[in-house]
């Protein structure tokens, strides 16, 4: 079946530490890939999409994902992590061929130890 | 700009009650869409709407419905609410009707029904 998972539902690290939150979906093409934040009680902010070419993208925030075909993953990833990320992350992809709907995975709530 | 608006922020309804979403925008853009947010499950396509005129359904389509009378407005109506539609609303919209654009959300609908 067609999905999007992203296997952590929570993640907590220390401030400074770096972060990876992983992002998995099984589709026959590559399809458009997104990576959405959500602070509380908020709507979704884009950090970064993939579409083709460099597998490595750089977002805002200071964030990155990295785009790998061969495992049908599309991972974020911050070097060094500060309270204020402390949200949850959305990743998402969108069909080529069915423009604007986008297909979430479940979400990963990210907590950030002082 | 503002954006994407949505109102009410909050609205608690009886089962079988009918009610109205409202989600405006002043970007012109031509695509926007209702999704729902339900913890664990990520975010789900509702409805969505190419232009003005035009609409059609999401994954989760039933016992809501949409109608584009203008470009800025798309409204999301409730027919006769159930328990199960207690869940958090966003609407979005996207400048292009071409693949891999930003979906920028409004700030969201947190409906519950008793």
């Known amino acids: 079946a067609q999905s999007v998972t992203q296997p952590d539902i929570h993640i907590t690290v220390s401030e400074g530490a770096s972060l990876e939150l992983r992002c998995n979906y099984s589709?026959?093409?590559?399809?458009?890939l997104f990576w959405y934040v959500q602070s509380p009680g908020q709507g979704l902010q884009l950090l970064l999409k993939?579409?083709?070419?460099?597998?490595l993208v750089q977002g805002i925030k200071g964030f990155e994902a990295e785009f790998k075909r061969s495992q049908s993953s599309f991972n974020l990833r911050k070097p060094s992590v500060h309270w204020s990320d402390a949200a949850e992350y959305f990743c998402a992809v969108e069909l080529p061929g069915n423009t604007g709907k986008l297909i979430f995975g479940q979400g990963t709530t990210l907590q950030v130890k002082p | 700009n503002a954006g994407v608006t949505q109102t009410p922020k909050f609205q608690v309804l009886k089962t079988g009650q009918s009610m109205t979403l409202q989600c405006a925008q002043d970007?012109?853009?031509?695509?926007m869409s209702w999704y729902r947010q339900d913890p664990g499950m990520g975010l789900r396509l509702i409805h969505y709407s190419v232009g003005a005129g035009i609409t059609d359904q999401g994954e989760v389509p039933n016992g809501y419905n949409v109608s584009r009378s203008t470009t800025e407005d798309f409204p999301l109506r409730l027919l006769s609410a159930a328990p199960s539609q207690t869940s958090v609303y966003f609407c979005?919209?996207?400048?292009?009707?071409?693949?891999?654009?930003?979906?920028?959300f409004g700030p969201g609908t947190r409906l519950t029904v008793l």
């Open positions: 979005a919209s996207s400048y292009s009707l071409a693949g891999g654009n930003e979906q920028f």
């Open positions: 993939y579409f083709s070419g460099d597998t």
């Open positions: 970007m012109n853009h031509e695509y």
């Open positions: 589709y026959g093409a590559t399809p458009y």
